[in-house]
Nanobody, 124 residues
Framework: QVQLVESGGGLVQVGDSLTLSCAAS????????MGWFRQAPGKEREFVAG????????LYDDSVRSRFTISRENAKNMVYLQMNSLKPEDTAIYYC?????????????????WGQGTQVTVSS
């Protein structure tokens, strides 16, 4: 059974940092791109960041560029999202996703594996 399990979410203050982790099991994801999405209450799920299979390319939404960093460790089947300078508008459930292809994309329909999500709340 293929699983993506996110961890590392929590309640933080404005300006704090947080690192999310995604553990993949059931198959290897080392040969596909991975991504992070988020969904705030009452809003659609949106792309946050993506990384190519070989870590050579990363893609970020403009709202998180320069604050968030996506990385992966293929040997461990892990993906990470380092989040710095957190803002209240970053509050959402964050989802890890496995792509159909090699390169990162912001298109949700290109990701066919999803985790259950981890809550991130940024308090002012």
């Amino acid at each position: 059974q293929v699983q993506l399990v996110e961890s590392g979410g929590g309640l933080v203050q404005v300006g704090d940092s947080l690192t999310l982790s995604c553990a993949a099991s059931g198959r290897t994801f080392s040969n596909v791109a991975m991504g992070w999405f988020r969904q705030a209450p009452g809003k659609e799920r949106e792309f946050v960041a993506g990384i190519s299979w070989d870590s050579k390319r990363a893609l970020y939404d403009d709202s998180v560029r320069s604050r968030f960093t996506i990385s992966r460790e293929n040997a461990k089947n892990m993906v990470y999202l380092q989040m710095n300078s957190l803002k209240p508008e970053d509050t959402a459930i964050y989802y890890c996703a496995g792509s159909r292809g090699l390169l990162p994309t912001f298109r949700k329909n290109q990701y066919n594996y999803w985790g259950q999500g981890t809550q991130v709340t940024v308090s002012s």
